[in-house]
């Protein structure tokens, strides 16, 4: 059994940054195609950004269009953490981030065929 574990988060000013972490343990880590969602109150979860596994080497990124340009996601396998950094925040960032972990090869940007989810971790960006 895989288990997340998000942190990072917090309270920022808009045109700040964070950076989220997320832990990963209990399974093969970088065999595992890695993202973010997002969700903010009474709205669905959306994409955010994914990573895929190319063994010991990273992976090809992918971002949601509202992201794109702002946020970098990364991974350490090594570590068996991936990373969400966040740059030039709006307010409209604000809501929960969840890490997820898909045992596919394949990369999607849809919750639903990701296996194993962390609790959360809230962002809050204020103008």
């Known amino acids: 059994q895989v288990q997340l574990v998000e942190s990072g988060g917090g309270l920022v000013q808009a045109g700040g940054s964070l950076r989220l972490s997320c832990a990963a343990s209990g399974g093969t880590f970088s065999r595992y195609v890695m993202g973010w969602f997002r969700q903010a109150p009474g709205k669905e979860r959306e994409f955010v950004a994914a990573?895929?596994?190319?063994?010991?080497?990273?992976?090809?990124?992918y971002y949601g269009n509202s992201v794109k340009g702002r946020f970098t996601i990364s991974r350490d396998n090594a570590q068996n953490t991936v990373y969400l950094q966040m740059n030039s925040l709006k307010p409209e960032d604000t809501a929960v981030y969840y890490c997820?972990?898909?045992?596919?090869?394949?990369?999607?940007?849809?919750?639903?065929?990701?296996?194993?989810w962390g609790q959360g971790t809230q962002v809050t960006v204020s103008s």
């Open positions: 997820a972990a898909d045992r596919s090869t394949v990369v999607v940007t849809t919750a639903g065929p990701y296996d194993y």
């Open positions: 990573i895929s596994w190319t063994g010991w080497s990273g992976g090809s990124t």
